[in-house]
């Protein structure tokens, strides 16, 4: 990810992830967020949100769940649209207990 004189950073690494994440590349994706964090690059809601929608497409609800339970236990939380589009994807697998788990955190965090 480091070319010439620029630094990776959050917003450059989601970039790269959400690309991948779009041409269904998720290992690669996976892969870019675990360097991010061994360089202490923090990962964010955006990617989050990118991973989470990657593996959704791919009908992958346990990494899904993975992702969530990792973001809220690092206090990062999706906004309103993203909660929603999680619970209406999980409704839609039938996944009523992940999607009841991710409304209460949406309930508990005031999201609205």
Not at 3 to 16: E, V
Not at 34 to 46: A, G, T, W
Not at 80 to 94: A, Q
């Amino acid at each position: 990810m480091e070319q010439g004189n620029t630094k990776p950073d959050t917003f450059k690494y989601n970039i790269a992830i959400d690309a991948l994440c779009k041409d269904r590349n998720l290992d690669a994706a996976i892969n870019i967020m675990n360097e991010m964090k061994q360089k202490n690059i923090p990962p964010d809601r955006v990617t989050y949100k990118s991973l989470m929608d990657g593996l959704c497409k791919l009908g992958q609800w346990a990494k899904v769940m993975t992702l969530f339970s990792e973001m809220v236990n690092l206090n990062i939380y999706p906004n309103v649209h993203t909660f929603s589009t999680l619970i209406n994807r999980l409704c839609k697998e039938e996944k009523v207990k992940d999607a009841e788990e991710v409304m209460r955190h949406m309930i508990e965090k005031g999201v609205d």
